[in-house]
């Protein structure tokens, strides 16, 4: 099993003057495939968001493969080493086609192949802002596959599964926790969790091992 270490030290995360994430320790080892639970507004997603340098009032120390820092270009490569499959992906002003989505992750042939197997390979031509929710989950699951292909490490998935049916819930589970990578995913769907080496649950913005 390959993948790159996560580690949380201390890590809060604010919302203008409300603390959202109260000083999380975390240590997810190279390969290891964890699940956070627990209900919305609990600070999981920011959390992802604080791994990434999307979500930036953010204290503590967040090693990613080893290394820390907040600059851009680490940050720059934090993204380059991290997968990112959003819960709910902004199509921008200017919608990317499905199959620049796919091109993005560095790796276009085997995030194609991916699409192609969950379903979604015929609408690389359509923009992303007329795809269905769970035609978007599909292309954003397929390019994080891209992405593995072209050298990340760590998967980052908010809630990935959220608008798929459940045979869909069921394959796109087999698809995340098959990758050879660290996967940290946002879930709560038990098709997700019970693939999962860890299930750590959120609330108030605190976090503890359940299984």
């Known amino acids: 099993m390959g993948g790159l270490d996560l580690r949380l030290v201390g890590v809060s995360c604010r919302h203008g003057g409300v603390e959202v994430v109260s000083d999380i320790d975390l240590d997810v080892r190279?390969?290891?495939r964890v699940a956070l639970t627990g209900t919305n507004g609990s600070g999981k997603?920011?959390?992802?968001r604080a791994v990434l340098g999307?979500?930036?009032?953010?204290?503590?120390?967040?090693?990613?493969?080893?290394?820390?820092?907040?600059?851009?270009?680490?940050?720059?490569?934090?993204?380059?080493v991290c997968a990112w499959i959003p819960q709910r992906p902004a199509a921008g002003r200017f919608p990317l086609l499905a199959g620049e989505l796919l091109?993005?992750?560095?790796?276009?042939?085997?995030?194609?192949?991916?699409?192609?197997?969950?379903g979604v390979g015929a609408l690389v031509n359509r923009p992303l802002d007329t795809l269905s929710g769970?035609?978007?989950?599909?292309?954003h699951l397929s390019r994080a596959v891209g992405c593995v292909a072209a050298g990340a490490g760590i998967v980052l998935a908010d809630e990935p599964t959220a608008a798929l049916d459940f045979?869909?819930?069921?394959?796109?589970?087999?698809?995340?926790?098959?990758?050879p990578v660290t996967l940290v995913v946002v879930t709560h769907d038990r098709a997700v969790a019970r693939r999962c080496d860890r299930v750590l649950e959120m609330a108030a913005g605190r976090l503890r091992e359940v299984a």
């Open 103 to 118: 091109a993005s992750s560095g790796n276009r042939e085997q995030a194609a192949a991916m699409a192609h197997r969950l």
């Open 134 to 139: 769970g035609q978007l989950q599909r292309m």
């Open 30 to 32: 190279a390969g290891q």
């Open 54 to 80: 999307l979500h930036t009032a953010v204290r503590g120390e967040i090693v990613v493969g080893g290394r820390t820092g907040r600059g851009a270009a680490e940050i720059s490569r934090r993204r380059r």
């Open 45 to 48: 997603t920011t959390l992802l």
């Open 167 to 179: 045979a869909g819930q069921e394959e796109a589970a087999d698809v995340l926790t098959e990758l």
